[in-house]
Antibody, heavy 117, light 110 residues
Framework: QVQLVESGGGLVKPGGSLRLSCAASGFTFSDYYMSWIRQAPGKGLEWVSYISSSSSYTNYADSVKGRFTISRDNAKNSLYLQMNSLRAEDTAVYYC??????????WGQGTLVTVSS | QSALTQPPSVSGSPGQSVTISCTGTSSDVGSYNRVSWYQQPPGTAPKLMIY???NRPSGVPDRFSGSKSGNTASLTISGLQAEDEADYYCSLYTSSSGYVFGTGTKVTVL
């Protein structure tokens, strides 16, 4: 079955960097768009970024544009999110999700990123 | 793109029906049939419940239904069950803005 497993979260100081990874299995990874979606503690969902199946197209939320970079390695069935210039408001659980048309059909369990001094 | 507006909470007794609204504008919800709904029980990842306004993925009970009128989409849960207690989010995709989520609604089963 479809599995998405995020890793790489942790505690980082404001202004610091972190790289999240998402390992995918149970489907042909290279056929699907993939997204990162986050949820601040006690708050709602916020879409962060998506990448096309061949990496030819990416899109970002205004809140992270210029600071975050999404990428993927189809040979390794892996999705990444490079996060730079982190701010306190980036503190959240980060989910990777499989895109199918205009929806996210499968989600990982998330990895917590905490930005604090 | 601003978040879509949902009521913070709705509640109902087992067996009753509840409806959650998701209000946008004529430029987003009113223009596209790309509204989806996600269920998020406490401490878990979201799960897709409805796509393209009113379609249910395989495995989602037919107690869950979706509709849209004008700038407002709605999710109705009929025959409410204890296991339906969760947060629910609407979502919309537009090619210009990417994805936007609703503010979220907590469903409580009394």
């Amino acid at each position: 079955q479809v599995q998405l497993v995020e890793s790489g979260g942790g505690l980082v100081k404001p202004g610091g960097s972190l790289r999240l990874s998402c390992a995918a299995s149970g489907f042909t990874f290279s056929d699907y768009y993939m997204s990162w979606i986050r949820q601040a503690p006690g708050k709602g969902l916020e879409w962060v970024s998506y990448i096309s199946s061949s990496s030819s197209y990416t899109n970002y939320a205004d809140s992270v544009k210029g600071r975050f970079t999404i990428s993927r390695d189809n040979a390794k069935n892996s999705l990444y999110l490079q996060m730079n210039s982190l701010r306190a408001e980036d503190t959240a659980v980060y989910y990777c999700a499989r895109g199918d048309g205009t929806v996210h059909t499968n989600w990982g369990q998330g990895t917590l990123v905490t930005v604090s001094s | 793109q601003s978040a879509l507006t949902q009521p913070p909470s709705v509640s109902g007794s087992p067996g009753q029906s509840v409806t959650i609204s998701c209000t946008g504008t004529s430029s987003d919800v009113g223009s596209y049939n790309r509204v989806s709904w996600y269920q998020q029980p406490p401490g878990t990842a979201p799960k897709l419940m409805i796509y393209e306004v009113s379609n249910r993925p395989s495995g989602v009970p037919d107690r869950f239904s979706g509709s849209k009128s004008g700038n407002t989409a709605s999710l109705t849960i009929s025959g409410l069950q204890a296991e339906d207690e969760a947060d629910y989010y609407c979502s919309l995709y537009t090619s210009s803005s990417g994805y936007v989520f609703g503010t979220g609604t907590k469903v409580t089963v009394l």
